[in-house]
């Protein structure tokens, strides 16, 4: 038999396949909630790659209290970087919205285009940042900012706090390594 060909849908998943079998005991209610979380979550992608665009380009947007504009606005203002990895191995590293480190003070900003979204997540990427970088947390200022729902919290976490973050990643790199080596 000729198969009929779908080259639009090769290596993708349907949010509603075979492989996420689950939704055939959704009800009307749980199908429409799942769709339109799944829909925010392609917006939020689509906000992410435009603000990482204008921030990129150095395009200001309209002063006003809208998360977006004042994270993208922000991000230019304090001359950051978007989208820039983090890396301590291939167990631990992570995307930063925004970062920058000039004068011994680190700056991250995280854009939520929805509800969640915690200062915890920043405190992470500050920990890889100075695990990447060698930079002792209490030689430098770090200041943290998350930008939900048209507020932005701020928080300059104490050395100890991303220190102890640091030293949780590297004792479970090293136990997830010796995982990785017995499996070979």
């Known amino acids: 038999m000729n198969f009929n060909k779908h080259y639009a849908q090769e290596g993708q998943h349907a949010p509603f396949g075979a ?3 689950s939704w055939i ?8 909630t799942t769709y339109k979380s799944l829909k925010a ?3 939020g992608t689509r906000l992410h790659a435009f603000a990482a665009e204008a921030i990129s380009l150095g ?3 309209k002063d006003n209290n809208r998360t977006i504009n004042r ?3 922000d991000a230019i203002g304090f001359r950051m970087k978007p989208e820039v990895v983090l890396f301590y191995s291939p167990h631990f590293f992570g995307t930063a919205d925004a970062i920058s480190f000039t004068r011994k ?3 991250i900003s ?3 285009s929805g509800k969640s979204g915690h200062v915890e997540q920043l405190e992470i990427y500050a920990a890889l940042f100075c695990l990447e970088y060698k930079v ?3 030689d430098i200022t770090i200041i943290l900012k998350l930008y939900k729902e048209d507020q932005v919290e701020t928080e300059e976490p104490e050395p100890e706090i991303i220190t102890s973050i640091m030293d949780k990643i590297k004792r479970f790199d090293s136990i997830l390594n010796k995982i990785d080596e017995e499996e070979i």
């Open 19 to 21: 492989s996420k079998s």
């Open 25 to 32: 005991r959704y009800d009307d209610d749980k199908l429409v």
């Open 41 to 43: 979550a392609e917006r």
């Open 59 to 61: 395009i200001t947007l």
């Open 71 to 73: 994270y993208v606005n």
């Open 105 to 107: 003070t680190l700056r």
């Open 110 to 112: 995280d854009y939520k």
């Open 136 to 138: 002792k947390p209490a």
